[in-house]
């Protein structure tokens, strides 16, 4: 036996000629060829979690928006669907040097500031400091400019938002930036759930042969839930779709009050930018038309701690290898609880938003590094 197999056992009694049929043979199916960067956004996997389904007796299955190939996230569909309607309104033109304005905690951002790589733009994005720095470093990495402000409610005019659109209408006066502005406004705009609705929700129509019993998804515009309800519940009435929601959000009261706040608790309720929560990307304080789009298809809402998110997070890392962001956390640890209420037999779909490597730094750090082979928790102990 060569040195070289004893140090790599994993080639033992494998003819590494035609690798014993397991290396890919040439003649392999034709090759499909995306168009640029903007051809691998969409048809992401709907995909099993094997843990979850087993702990619950239902099948949980998560759609991998994480493998976007643009900004890995949902938000590439959304950017492309807003650039697509600018220009096809005139309000934009390819290879111009124009510039796009978002405000964003920072996955739209990604989107908006790759394709306008790829479609001659500049971006402009204005984002809260308390998001990680992953998410604004990368922005800068790829070219964008960047203002990142402090948290503050939508009242006040330097909330990220705000700044945004003010930067938009202050753009013909900016002699640095040649071209048009255009205030991209994904809270707002319909082109933000339309991509839902045009993309995510046929798919998981088709990727799960329309059987499935609830949908569930956190908030933070609104667009994918209210897309993707919009899309499946005229198709599938009796299913049930359920809004993920962290603490300080004003989205879980309402779904079940119609009001943002419990006029009870108002004084005492300390609102999201005010909560010093390790999820980010989930979770406002105020009406979206995005979320508002949807808000009537939505049958009841969940609530999910920090803590539960991050012991949802090293449970997918222990159990399957699943490794992702604060807001997928959420969503599964609300698909969880809604499969044990559905009860065994159920399908349940939710969302993985993005990857736990754009959380290293704050999410990821309190949630800390997993050791061993596989933890002893119950999933009594992670969503408690
Ligand atoms: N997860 C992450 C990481 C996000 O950045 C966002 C959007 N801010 C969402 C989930 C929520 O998606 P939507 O805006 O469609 O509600």
Known sequence: QSEISRVHPATDGIDLKDGNGLLEKESSPAPSIAEGIEGCIGNTPLFRIKSLSDATGCEI??????????????????????????????LLTPHSGDTIYEGTVGSTGISLATLCRARGYLAHICMPSDQSTEKSDLLLKLGAEVERVLPAPIVDQNQFVNLARLRASEHAFDPSHPGTGFFADQFETTANWLAHYNGTGPEIY?????????????????????????????????????????????????????????????????????????????????????????????????????????????WLVERDGIFVGSS???????????????????????ILCDSGTRHLSKFWAKVGNIGGVSGGMELEDVIH
Do not use: W
């Not at 994480?66 to 309104?89: C, H, Q, T, W, Y």
């Not at 908030?219 to 599938?236: D, E, H, M, N, Q």
């Open 61 to 90: 299955l998560a759609k991998a928006e994480f493998l976007n190939g643009a900004g890995g996230s949902p938000k590439d569909r959304v950017a492309l669907s807003i650039i697509k309607m600018a220009e096809e309104r005139g």
């Open 206 to 314: 088709r990727q799960t042969g329309g059987r499935l019993d609830a949908f569930i998804a956190g908030a933070g515009t609104g667009g994918t839930i209210s897309g993707v309800a919009r899309f499946l519940k005229p198709r599938l009435p009796g299913l049930r779709i359920l809004l993920a929601d962290p603490e300080g959000s004003g989205l879980y009261n309402r779904v079940k009050f119609g009001v943002m706040f419990d006029m009870r608790e108002r004084e005492g309720t300390r609102r999201r930018h005010q909560v010093d929560t390790i999820v980010e990307g989930i979770g406002i304080n105020r009406v979206t038309a995005n979320f508002e789009a949807g808000r009537e298809l939505i049958d009841d809402a969940v609530r999910v701690t920090d803590e539960q998110a991050a012991a949802m997070a090293r």
């Open 328 to 350: 997928s956390a959420v969503n599964c640890v609300a698909a969880a609880k809604a499969a044990l209420e559905l009860g065994p037999g159920h399908r349940v779909v939710t």
